[in-house]
């Protein structure tokens, strides 16, 4: 991870609440996500997103229950890392059940 992806990554993980999905949490959850679609060259994958989570807190918190946290937020970082880099990349399009384009 770049300095400000790291940054804002531990500045989500520090709080031991990272994982209840209060206002607060979410907020830093998103906004390190955001600093990855802004400044990453090379955005961390969804297995070392997964990774760093474990190495953060499997000892305090259990390995499972991690775990499962962990799949849980990268998959939820890698759906929106997507979803922003399809919108920025106009490759992304609102249509009606028809499939007609609504813009």
Not at 8 to 29: P, Q
Not at 46 to 55: P, Q
Not at 57 to 63: D, V
Request: with cysteine; charged share 30%.
């Amino acid at each position: 991870m770049s300095p400000k992806v790291k940054e804002a990554f531990e500045h989500w993980m520090k709080v031991s609440s990272w994982y209840t999905g209060n206002a607060e949490d979410e907020g830093r959850f998103f906004a390190f996500v955001w600093t990855v679609c802004r400044v990453s060259r090379t955005p961390p994958t969804e297995r070392e997103v997964r990774e760093e989570i474990m190495r953060a807190w499997s000892e305090r918190l259990g390995a499972e229950f991690v775990e499962e946290k962990a799949l849980y937020f990268s998959g939820l970082y890698q759906t929106l890392y997507d979803f922003a880099k399809a919108r920025n990349e106009g490759q992304l399009f609102l249509t009606d059940e028809d499939g007609t384009p609504l813009i």
